[in-house]
């Protein structure tokens, strides 16, 4: 698991010990970011569920002004805070917080990432809190990964659905707020 460019570029990041967290594969998040390379710099990033932190640092890499990566579990907040300090990227701010409570919180983003364990049914539930609290900055970007059998919901204006993609048993779901 490596950054795959940016200022980052090629830092290996710490991966975790057991099955608690899921690293996204380095081809998906490379197929991921080819997908919103135009929209990343100077924006605002909320990885929700961080797990290792990795699409969060690859943003950051890639010149997001700033991320906050958000994850339950103690030693995911601390693996996120060690690969943070081996790429040596600035802007990054972790929480160790209930993902759907921390979105009760009154900041807006430009990009955010659902990556959550894919059996808790957390997908849907975030995806519902982040259009009802209208967590996403006008022209903003939700980045979905799940099962590639798992149809996610559509949502009326201003949130849309752009897009899917599968790759082999995972599927990348875009949403934007026009």
């Known amino acids: 698991m490596r950054v795959i460019t940016g200022k980052a570029r090629g830092v290996r990041l710490k991966e975790p010990e057991g099955a608690d967290i899921r690293p996204t594969t380095d081809m998906v998040k490379e197929s991921v970011f080819n997908i919103i390379q135009y929209d990343i710099e100077g924006r605002s990033a909320l990885d929700l569920f961080a797990g290792t932190g990795q699409l969060g640092i690859e943003a950051l890499s890639r010149g997001a002004e700033s991320c906050v990566f958000v994850d339950e579990s103690p030693a995911a907040v601390r693996l996120v805070k060690e690969n943070l300090e081996k790429t040596k990227l600035a802007g990054g701010r972790t929480v160790q917080a209930d993902a759907l409570r921390f979105l009760d919180g009154p900041e807006k983003y430009d990009l955010i990432f659902l ?64």
């Open 115 to 178: 990556d959550p364990p894919y059996s808790a049914g957390l997908l849907e539930k975030s995806l519902k809190k982040v259009t009802e609290f209208d967590k996403l900055n006008t022209g903003g970007i939700i980045v979905c990964e799940s099962p590639a059998a798992a149809s996610l919901p559509d949502f009326g204006e201003p949130y849309k659905r752009l897009k899917s993609y599968r790759y082999g048993k995972i599927a990348i779901t875009i949403y934007t707020k026009i």
